[in-house]
């Protein structure tokens, strides 16, 4: 099942959070940039209004009673100089035995993204994720040729036409 998530889920979206980073990221991102990942990082961020609140919205993946993956989406953040609109899907945590799971949340949210009226989504993801990366053009999103970051690690755009 997928739902939105509720402010009493902030526990389980920050555990599933700590353990992609320290499980989905090693030996993409340096050691020191995982060391500082922690559980009250992540629950400080979930137990906030801004989280769940619009004009972000965080759909969960839900398997007998517990949350076992989520995208979290809000407004587009475009670079600078950047005239683009569109929405963007910030992040999508799965834990690994439910990878199953990620395309019914990523479809839910392209969904959610198309009732608001966007045209167009994005997301970020580290350059070196090939997991992630074969995972989302697999759904369709096109890697944007123009638009790299590597600050705070190098990482690529994706696009989606609604």
Same mark, same amino acid.
């Not at 919205?57 to 953040?77: D, K, N, Q, W």
């Given at each position: 099942?997928?739902?939105?998530?509720?402010?009493?889920?902030?526990?389980?979206?920050?555990?599933?959070?700590?353990?992609?980073?320290?499980?989905?990221?090693?030996?993409?991102?340096?050691?020191?940039?995982?060391?500082?990942?922690?559980?009250?990082?992540?629950?400080?961020?979930?137990?906030? +209004?801004?989280?769940?609140? +619009?004009?972000?919205?965080? #759909? /969960?993946? /839900?398997?007998?009673?517990?949350?076992?993956?989520?995208?979290?989406?809000?407004?587009?953040?475009?670079? +600078?100089?950047?005239?683009?609109?569109?929405?963007?899907?910030?992040?999508?945590?799965?834990?690994?035995?439910?990878?199953?799971?990620?395309?019914?949340?990523?479809?839910?949210? /392209?969904?959610?993204?198309?009732?608001?009226?966007?045209?167009?989504?994005? #997301?970020?993801?580290?350059?070196?994720?090939?997991?992630?990366?074969?995972?989302? /053009?697999?759904?369709?999103?096109? #890697?944007?040729?123009?638009?790299?970051?590597?600050?705070?690690?190098?990482?690529?755009?994706?696009?989606?036409?609604?």
């Amino acid at each position: 099942m997928i739902r939105d998530a509720a402010i009493s889920d902030a526990c389980r979206l920050a555990e599933i959070t700590l353990d992609g980073w320290q499980l989905g990221y090693q030996g993409i991102v340096p050691d020191e940039v995982l060391a500082r990942q922690s559980m009250d990082k992540h629950l400080a961020y979930f137990s906030s +209004p801004e989280a769940l609140e +619009p004009p972000m919205r965080t #759909l /969960e993946a /839900e398997v007998a009673g517990r949350v076992v993956g989520y995208t979290h989406s809000g407004p587009f953040r475009p670079e +600078p100089n950047e005239a683009l609109e569109g929405a963007e899907l910030w992040g999508m945590y799965v834990d690994p035995g439910h990878g199953g799971h990620s395309w019914g949340l990523v479809n839910a949210t /392209e969904s959610h993204f198309r009732s608001e009226g966007h045209q167009r989504a994005y #997301l970020w993801v580290l350059t070196d994720n090939a997991r992630a990366r074969r995972f989302y /053009e697999a759904a369709g999103w096109a #890697l944007d040729p123009r638009t790299e970051r590597s600050e705070p690690l190098p990482q690529v755009r994706y696009l989606l036409d609604l």
